[in-house]
Nanobody, 120 residues
């Protein structure tokens, strides 16, 4: 199983970016996909999660600005980030909790990270 994250970049404060994370490989079903971030000098934190039924939850710091969505046909999750602020600068990682085709459940599947830099 592989997770491929993309979409990071440099943006000015107030701008928007959309991150994508595509899961591929021996996947039977995906239970939850999440986005995490690690800012310089800080610990990794949860940004948001989306369940198989499309229910999403977010960290307080991004509520109202970030929105997660998914395309089940592509095993892809998106993170639309609006009204970005410099404090959103971080490496963003996607994570999946899924069943493989041999029906083993795991939640330690991570994308490679994509850097988001918000300039003031």
């Amino acid at each position: 199983v592989q997770l491929q994250a993309s979409g990071g970049g440099l943006v000015q404060a107030g701008g928007s970016l959309r991150l994508s994370c595509a899961a591929s490989g021996s996947i039977f079903s995906i239970n939850v996909m999440g986005w995490y971030r690690r800012a310089p000098g800080k610990q990794r934190e949860l940004v948001g999660k989306i369940t198989s039924d499309g229910s999403a939850t977010y960290a307080d710091s991004v509520k109202g600005r970030f929105t997660m969505s998914k395309d089940n046909t592509k095993n892809t999750v998106y993170l639309q980030m609006n009204s970005l602020i410099p404090e959103d600068t971080a490496v963003y990682y996607c994570n999946a909790d899924l069943f493989t085709t041999d029906f083993k459940r795991g939640n330690d599947y991570w994308g490679q990270g994509t850097l988001v830099t918000v300039s003031s």
